[in-house]
Each structure stands twice: as structure tokens, then as C-alpha cells.
């Protein structure tokens, strides 16, 4: 038996409500803990996340250099245009990235809080043909 399991990502905000409020509808999530502090949710994928309340917590500000990358977070997407119009519709914003590396399209957003994520294509599984 492993003695540690995979936990929870846990994003820190000023207003975890709202934020968690913002990925249950993303995620498609149900809400699992909440307490005045800490809201965690779940997708319907088994994806847990959790927002915990920092009142001093400072957005990072990536692409720009100064405060930049803390960490982010991929979402797996099958159609990029209809995941981008339920971001923006949620209250996220496209980040402007010039050539996003690797193999598979992606796009970079940042959500009501300014924490940054990406969402990619699911890379096909489907035989290849030929």
C-alpha cells in the first residue's frame, strides 16, 4: 500500500467561493468540502481542486517576467473555440501568448482570480490510419 495517495491542487485566492464557483462550472464540478477558509470540488472526471482563502495572495502576472509562473494547470479539451467561449463567459480572460510550444494546439487563459491555465486538444485515440 503507497504510503502517500495523490492529493488535491489547491490554488490561493482572495475569494475562494467565487473562484471554486468559476471551475464547478468549467469542470462541469460538484462542491465536496467547504468551510470559511477552503472550498474543494470535484469533476466529473474525479479532477479535485481546492481554493484557499489568502487574503494577501498576489495573481501571477505570466506572460510578463516579474511574479511569473507559479503554476498552472492543463484542461484536456476536445473543441477549443467552445471551451474559450465558456472561459471568457465564466468571467476568465485569454492570455496573449505568441506561438504556443508543443505538439498539440493550445490556449492560455487566466481565471476571475488571475491564476493562469491552459487548455489543450485531447491528443486522438483513435488507430492511425494507413
Known amino acids: 500500500m503507497a504510503l502517500v495517495k495523490a492529493g488535491v491542487v489547491v490554488l490561493d485566492c482572495a475569494e475562494p467561493e467565487k473562484l471554486a464557483e ?18 474543494e470540488i470535484r469533476g466529473a472526471d474525479g479532477t479535485r481542486l481546492a481554493f ?10 505570466w506572460p510578463r ?8 494547470l492543463d484542461f484536456l479539451v476536445e473543441d477549443l473555440d467552445a471551451v474559450e467561449r465558456k472561459v471568457v463567459g465564466l468571467g476568465g ?35 492511425k490510419q494507413g
Open 52 to 61: 484557499r482563502r489568502d487574503v494577501n495572495a498576489t495573481p501571477p502576472s
Open 65 to 72: 517576467p516579474e511574479n511569473s509562473f507559479q503554476a498552472h
Open 93 to 127: 480572460r485569454p492570455l496573449e501568448t505568441k506561438g504556443a510550444p508543443g505538439p498539440h494546439e493550445e490556449r492560455g487563459y487566466s481565471d476571475p482570480s488571475g491564476h493562469s491555465f491552459t487548455i489543450r486538444l485531447e491528443p486522438s485515440r483513435a488507430p
Open 22 to 39: 468559476f471551475y464547478k462550472e468549467l469542470l462541469d464540478a460538484e462542491e465536496i468540502v467547504a468551510s470559511a477558509n477552503l472550498v
